[in-house]
C-alpha cells in the first residue's frame, strides 16, 4: 500500500508556516530520500507520516499498520545486550514469546551482526549501535519505514558500508523508505527518487528520478550531486539574505 500526501500543510502553535500544502505519492516498495537544509521541515516530515503529528491542513493516507522510525542517534538502552534491544521491540509489538529468540537471530543477521548479539551498546561501534538500531526497527515488522538522518554521525567510510547494505536489505524485504538527509550523495546512491525540499515554507521544489543506470556512471552522479548541491546552496542563501535564521 501506498503513502500519499494530499496538500499537506503544517504550523506549530505560534510559528509561521512550516510546510506548505505538500503532495505527492509514495508507492509501496519505493526509496524516497527527501533532502533539504536544516529546518526546512524534513523531521516535521516524516512525524506526520509516522501519525506523531497532525497536519494543519491537507490529508495524509498511510498503511493502517503505520510506519516505524529510525533516528539518528540509535538510542539503544545501554543495559540491554543487542539481541535484547530488539528482542524487547519484538516484545513491545506483541510478537509472539516462542518465536523471539529465532526471530532475534535473524534480524541480527539481517543487519549482519549475527556475531554480535551478546554486546551491550558500548561494546559496539556507531555503525554497529546504528545496524541494532536498523533491526529493531525492522523488528516492528512494517511496510514503511522511515529513516532521519540515520547515518549522519558515522564516518564514510562506515557510512559506505551500511549504504551497500540498507540497499541490499531494501531489495530483499521490499519495504518502502523513506530516507531523510543532509548528504546528496547518500540521497543519489540509496534513492530511487529524491525530493528536494524548499525551506520557510517547506515545499517540493524538485524531484529526480533516479535509475540503476544513473547510479552506476560516476560521471552522471557526479553532475548530478552538483546540480542538487547548487539547488541547495541557492535555497539556503535565499533565506539568508532575507534574514530568516535556518
Ligand atoms: N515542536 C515544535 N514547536 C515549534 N516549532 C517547531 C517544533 N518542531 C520543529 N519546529 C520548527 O519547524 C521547522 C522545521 O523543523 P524540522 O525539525 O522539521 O526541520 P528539519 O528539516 O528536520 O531540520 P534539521 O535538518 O535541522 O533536522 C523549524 O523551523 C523548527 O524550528
Ligand atoms: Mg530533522
Known amino acids: 500500500m501506498s503513502v500519499e500526501l494530499h496538500e499537506v500543510s503544517l504550523r506549530y502553535p505560534g510559528t509561521d508556516l512550516v510546510i506548505d500544502r505538500l503532495s505527492t505519492r509514495i508507492d509501496q516498495g519505493e526509496f524516497i530520500a527527501v533532502l533539504g537544509a536544516s529546518g526546512c521541515g524534513k523531521s516535521s516530515l516524516l512525524n506526520m507520516i509516522a501519525g506523531l503529528l ?4 491537507g490529508w495524509l493516507d ?23 534491544n530488539i528482542e524487547l521491540a519484538l516484545k513491545l509489538g506483541g510478537f509472539p514469546e516462542a518465536q523471539r529468540a529465532a526471530r532475534v537471530e535473524q534480524l541480527l543477521e539481517l543487519v549482519q551482526l ?5 554486546r551491550k551498546p558500548h561494546e559496539l561501534s556507531g555503525g554497529m549501535r546504528q545496524r541494532v538500531a536498523l533491526a529493531r ?6 511496510q514503511v519505514l522511515l529513516m532521519d538522518e540515520p547515518f549522519a554521525a558515522l564516518d564514510a567510510i562506515t557510512r559506505d558500508m551500511l549504504h ?16 531523510v538527509t543532509h548528504n546528496v550523495r547518500e540521497a543519489i546512491r ?20 533516479i535509475t540503476d543506470g544513473l547510479r552506476r556512471d560516476p560521471a552522471r552522479c557526479a553532475a548530478l550531486a552538483d546540480e ?5 546552496r541557492k535555497e539556503q542563501a535565499k533565506h539568508e539574505r532575507s534574514g530568516i535564521a535556518t
Not at 498511510?62 to 538510542?75: K, L, R, S, W
Open 190 to 209: 540509496l534513492a530511487g527518487r529524491i525530493l528536494v525540499l524548499s525551506s520557510h515554507p517547506g515545499r517540493i521544489l524538485e524531484t529526480r528520478q
Open 62 to 84: 498511510v498503511p493502517a499498520d503505520g510506519a516505524a522510525f529510525m533516528f539518528q542517534d540509535a538510542n539503544l538502552l545501554p543495559w540491554l545486550s543487542a539481541a535484547q
Open 137 to 142: 526497527s525492522l523488528a516492528q515488522d512494517r
Open 164 to 179: 551497500e547494505q540498507l540497499r541490499q536489505l531494501w531489495e530483499s524485504t521490499g519495504k518502502t523508505i523513506v530516507f
Open 228 to 232: 542538487l548541491t547548487t539547488i541547495l
Open 54 to 57: 497532525q497536519p494543519s491542513d
Open 114 to 118: 549475527g556475531h554480535a548479539g551478546h
